[in-house]
């Protein structure tokens, strides 16, 4: 294997644009957005190294999901705010051989000892300091238990070997780029309020890690040194939980060897739908993605979207329709689907999709207060809950047509800021993604009611929509996916339509001008680029547009055109984001 660190330099060139990105209009950054080629394999992550990282795995003899278990250890060191041991993700992966699509849940648990009505206060409100930003807020982390399952299970290589880029890279340090200088300093003031995260992410006298600098992770190296060792035993057993534990005794925090012992990650069927000619397989509950992003594309299925026009008032009008009546439902019927029935089959109905899509005035926009979850029979108040913009998507392709589509997230940019020591790693806070009361928004603005209420083992509800297509024929044509809370649907649906619908090619899918509506609040959020004549347009049809946003989403996608050839787009809406093809 060729060495991953000799070029550090090069490669973070590669991936750098200024910190203007974030703030730019996209039609600015489009001269940006090229595709990266390959005849043979393909990584898209939202970090370079770690792109690099997971290329060089394809070019040792390992297959897609081989790359995406060492791309995603590498971003544990790479990504601190999202790369994560500490947290937990969904994975889609397709085999080539048997030709069969599969998904990993490893999404965090609820500890035993937490109950319903944990971050109530006295007088039966919310206390959201303690549900986001206390270790009261960190489930029992999956990230570790869900890349060995994908490895050990349907890898090629050892898991030491997929590991050591990783171990390297928190062992021997890294150059620190520009987005991770940045998010550091603007998260300052929270990480350094715990001793041990102030230690991982700063200098010794306090000061930030400037670009071009090099950050070492000692104990971070030693705890992913004890998983390339002995497996799942060497995070969920061992030194390693004995820290995790030591660190909720100090805190408070509820999870025990016990809750560590019993963390599982599960496969489970994927999510699948007919769009015109193309089948989209996506995560399934308790992934509230695959489910609503079907919902609305059988939604759209019913109209010419293509003539219409890209971007249209009477395009946006429709998208904004099917995401009301896909995030309605949402708040009531979705939710872990081992403690709870979720209507999977008639959500993704086309229909029920029909009778959505009739209520629909195609001249005039609906008001979402007059909008409910609309499956008949089924009992219970739709309640309101926000989840965080900052988790990670990342794609890999093999020269066997193998693929996998992986998101995962501590929830929060780096989690609940809290680290453990000695391990060094961050805690996730994604008990915040529960519905910690009926009727009270979380962190992200979304609604949610009794089907997400917190329960002792129970896998909170996310917006994670890791997604592959494939064409009339079955093969894969794109691998897709994104960060961003609750816009994550969203904008993986834009990014699937572009491609499928409209014809475009996947760098010109990912820059085109992005919208977003999740039900409630009332309001399209929309990315520079979309025309002031269509924004006005959609005022006069009575849609409330009042949210400019310089970011929606950040893509890292992977399109199959002309037999094998690859496309690899990362999304410059993040830094640092890079498409490394395989090297031959």
């Known amino acids: 294997m060729k060495n991953i660190f000799a070029s550090a330099a090069a490669i973070l060139a590669l991936g750098l644009i200024s910190a203007v990105a974030h703030a730019a209009p996209i039609l600015d950054l489009k001269a940006r957005f090229h595709p990266v080629m390959s005849e043979t394999g393909m990584v898209v992550s939202q970090e370079m190294i770690a792109s690099r990282v997971g290329s060089d795995i394809l070019a040792a003899g390992g297959n897609a999901i081989d790359a995406a278990v060492a791309t995603g250890f590498a971003l544990a060191v790479t990504l601190p705010r999202a790369g994560n041991l500490g947290g937990g993700g969904f994975m889609v992966v397709h085999l080539a051989e048997p030709n069969k699509t599969i998904t990993i849940d490893y999404r965090e648990m609820a500890p035993s000892d937490a109950h319903r009505d944990m971050f109530l206060d006295k007088e039966g409100d919310v206390d959201n300091q303690k549900a986001r930003f ?14 060995i399952h994908a490895q050990e299970n349907y890898g090629l290589l050892s898991l030491k070997q997929v590991m050591q880029p990783a171990i390297n890279l928190a062992q021997n340090g890294f150059a620190v780029n520009a987005d991770l200088s940045d998010s550091l300093q603007s998260i300052g003031l929270r990480l350094q309020k715990d001793s041990a995260s102030k230690g991982y992410f700063y200098k010794a006298d306090g000061e930030f890690y400037q670009r071009g600098e090099t950050l070492v992770q000692k104990d971070l190296s030693k705890s992913l040194m004890s998983i390339a060792s002995v497996g799942r035993e060497g995070f969920y057993q061992g030194k390693t939980a004995d820290l995790i534990v030591a660190q909720m005794k100090r805190s408070g925090g509820l999870i025990t060897h016990q809750d560590l012992l019993n963390y599982k990650a599960v496969e489970r069927e994927p999510v699948c739908g007919q769009y015109r000619e193309t089948k989209v397989c996506t995560m399934p509950p308790p992934s509230s993605g695959g489910v609503h992003m079907l919902q609305m594309l059988n939604i759209l299925e019913g109209w010419d979207l293509k003539s219409m026009g890209h971007n249209s008032a009477d395009y946006i009008h429709r998208l904004v329709e099917s995401m009301r009546r896909a995030y309605a439902d949402r708040s009531l019927y979705l939710g872990d689907p081992d403690f709870f029935p979720v209507p999977v089959a008639q959500l993704t109905d086309k229909k029920y999709a029909a009778v959505l899509r009739s209520q629909i005035d195609p001249d005039r926009s609906s008001r979402s207060a007059d909008i ?17 913009t900052e988790t990670t998507h990342y794609s890999t392709w093999d020269q066997w047509g193998n693929v996998v589509s992986n998101t995962y997230t501590l929830n929060f940019s780096y989690g609940s800021g809290i680290s453990v020591a000695g391990a060094g790693f961050l805690l996730n806070n994604e008990m915040d993604d529960f519905s910690s009361k009926p009727g009270a928004p979380n962190g992200y603005g979304l609604v949610g009611g009794i089907a997400n209420a917190i329960e002792p083992g129970k896998r909170p509800l996310s917006s994670m929509t890791p997604t592959i297509a494939f064409n009339s024929e079955g093969k894969p044509i794109l691998a897709t996916g994104s960060p961003g809370g609750s816009t994550i649907i969203t904008v993986t649906m834009q990014l699937l339509l572009n491609v499928v619908e409209f014809d475009m090619g996947v760098a010109d899918a990912t820059a085109a001008p992005r919208i977003h509506h999740q039900w409630l609040p009332d309001n399209i959020y929309y990315e520079s680029g979309v025309s002031m004549d269509t924004l006005n347009r959609l005022r006069e049809m009575g849609h409330k547009v009042n949210n400019k946003t310089s970011r929606l989403g950040a893509t890292e996608s992977i399109q199959r055109k002309a037999g094998t050839r690859l496309f690899g787009a990362p999304d410059y809406r993040r830094e640092g984001s890079g498409a490394v093809p395989q090297a031959h």
């Open 134 to 147: 206390s270790i009261k807020s960190s489930g029992v982390p999956g990230t570790v238990a869900g890349l």
């Open 372 to 388: 409910k979850p609309g499956l008949p029979d089924q009992g219970g108040t739709p309640k309101a809950t926000k989840e965080s």
